[in-house]
């Protein structure tokens, strides 16, 4: 009888393997491999011409430490992701509280906001550049009737301005994702909570404040996640909006790597600059988890 459950369990066992095999490959191929690739080659130069490398040891890190660009790049990365996050997880709250609501003609509503999220990123890059182009784009041209801009000026001639027109349209893309799982979150909400807080008198701010968003906060610890992940390291719309100009204002880490990577042909040190990246990703994210661990521990 023994004999018969450990070929059972055996079997299973063989099974399991068999169906986690294709995700296990997958994993190594495309993940462990590049990660292992990008640390390997932050430690040597490489001849762009002939392929040939030369381990250096830490150099390359030693170069970005010391590099003139450093700060600011930075400071443009959290300026970028900061407010990126602040402008989607606010907008994308008033959208799902918005689209929560049962009455003719949402359906259509929320097809039309989840758009910018379906739209390819050239697509939605030549759409604002179109609105902020200085001789005719609506916006710009509404800016300068207004007194804001030069005649013919772009806001994307402008340092703070290029810099809050990106952040806006990462906004405009990257608000639909938080609105619809925000909406998941609202539709599983027991009504009944609503209830008892209207019999105990609540107003609609205070169910808003003790009942919706004591709902929403686990899916907010794992859209932080989410989101600060992507936009930290999402490079598209940047570049195709403004390259990383004008002056620089616009450059922030993922453009660096491109730029030390794909135009200098600086292999090793392009991969300490996304080896840094990756590092410093995970060192927001434990700081983060150790906060909400901390913070989860001291509710009552």
Do not use: C
């Amino acid at each position: 009888m023994s004999n018969a459950a450990n070929a059972a369990a055996r079997g299973r066992a063989f099974t399991g393997l068999a169906f986690a095999t294709p995700a296990i490959l997958f994993m190594a191929v495309f993940v462990a491999y590049p990660v292992w690739e990008a640390i390997r080659l932050s430690f040597v130069a490489v001849d762009a011409f002939t392929g040939a490398e030369k381990f250096v040891g830490f150099r390359n890190y030693q170069e970005l430490a010391n590099a003139p660009k450093l700060w600011p790049v930075l400071v443009n990365t959290g300026i970028w992701t900061f407010w990126s996050l602040i402008g989607q997880f606010g907008l994308g709250l008033i959208a799902a509280l918005a689209i929560n609501r049962d009455i003719p003609g949402m359906g259509a509503i929320r097809s039309i906001l989840l758009l910018p999220y379906v739209v390819p990123v050239i697509a939605l890059a030549l759409f604002w550049r179109w609105m902020l182009d200085g001789s005719f784009g609506i916006v710009a041209v509404s800016f300068q009737d207004m007194g804001l801009l030069a005649p013919d000026q772009s806001p994307l001639a402008l340092p703070s301005g290029a810099m809050w027109s990106v952040i806006l349209a990462n906004i405009w893309r990257g608000f639909p994702f938080v609105m619809i799982s925000y909406w998941a979150a609202l539709q599983a909400i027991p009504p009944e909570q609503y209830e008892a807080a209207q019999v105990d008198g609540a107003t609609t701010m205070q169910q808003f404040r003790f009942v919706t968003l004591p709902n929403l906060w686990n899916v907010t610890k794992v859209l932080l996640v989410l989101r600060f992940i992507w936009t930290v390291t999402f490079f598209d719309i940047i570049w195709l909006i403004t390259k990383g100009g004008p002056a620089g204002s616009t450059e922030h880490w993922p453009i660096w790597i491109y730029q030390e990577t794909m135009g200098f042909f600086r292999f090793g040190y392009g991969s300490a600059l996304a080896v840094s990246l990756g590092v410093m990703i995970l060192v927001v994210i434990a700081i983060y988890g150790l906060v909400i661990r901390a913070t989860s521990g001291a509710r009552p």
